[in-house]
């Protein structure tokens, strides 16, 4: 199957600061990208979704300014935790979904810690 | 927001049962799909089951879809301890690419050796 690779799998960083996470589809072209959040324990909530060449569309209560998106290319979407408190401890996951496929493909996510 | 509810939250049983999961959910959709999670990675998709299907197999995954109740499940025969994950059902309610998928709540499953 398709694959989506996610980087960085864990990050520690300091409150205050800022973090990245990529996303990537290794062998297909994915016009749109999904963000998630999930707390331990619970489900995934879309946080946005990152549209190619275009602004993200952010879910409800999400901040598009803490959490900005860009998806500059068909296979790279990042997503850039600004300003980082330790609230925003959590583990992040995107997928996508190709043309051709009507499953979704899920990176490994990332577990950010925020100290 | 969570479209779908899923039942039980958690279910513990022994290597060699079957383990049944529910998920019910609130709008129309073109499709409904379930994933698997194992703790701290990202999810696996397991079977996708199309609104005009009510009953799809895949290895020891069968999944039911009726949606005059809006409700689909989930069973694993002979289940195994590496079947041990949280189990999540996703609606489609379009089905094109740019769609997002709406999640239940999930089912942790515990399958004891």
């Known amino acids: 199957g398709a694959v989506v690779s996610q980087h960085p799998s864990w990050v520690i960083c300091k409150s205050g600061t800022s973090v990245k996470i990529e996303c990537r589809s290794l062998d297909f072209q994915a016009t749109t990208m999904f963000w998630y959040r999930q707390f331990p324990k619970q489900s995934l909530m879309l946080m946005a979704t990152?549209?190619?060449?275009?602004?993200?569309?952010?879910e409800q209560g999400v901040e598009k300014d803490k959490f900005l998106i860009n998806h500059a290319s068909l296979t790279l979407s990042t997503l850039t935790v600004t300003s980082a408190h330790p609230e925003d401890s959590s583990f992040y996951i995107c997928?996508?979904?190709?043309?051709?496929?009507?499953?979704?493909?899920f990176g490994q996510g990332t577990r950010l810690t925020v100290v | 927001s969570q479209q779908g509810e899923e039942d039980p939250q958690a279910l513990s049983i022994q290597e060699g049962e079957n383990a049944t999961m529910n998920c019910s959910y609130k709008?129309?959709?073109?499709?409904l799909q379930w994933y698997r999670q194992n703790s701290g990675r990202g999810l696996v998709h397991l079977i996708l089951i199309r609104s005009n299907e009510r009953e799809k197999h895949s290895g020891r995954l069968r999944v039911t879809l009726d949606t005059s109740k809006k409700s689909s499940s989930l069973l694993i025969t002979a289940s195994r301890a590496a079947d041990t994950a949280s189990y999540f059902c996703a609606t489609d309610a379009t089905g094109a690419a740019g769609n997002k998928l709406t999640f239940g709540g999930g089912t942790r499953v515990l399958v004891k050796p």
């Open positions: 997928s996508a979904r190709s043309v051709s496929n009507t499953e979704a493909f």
């Open positions: 709008t129309s959709i073109n499709n």
């Open positions: 990152s549209n190619e060449g275009s602004k993200a569309t952010y």
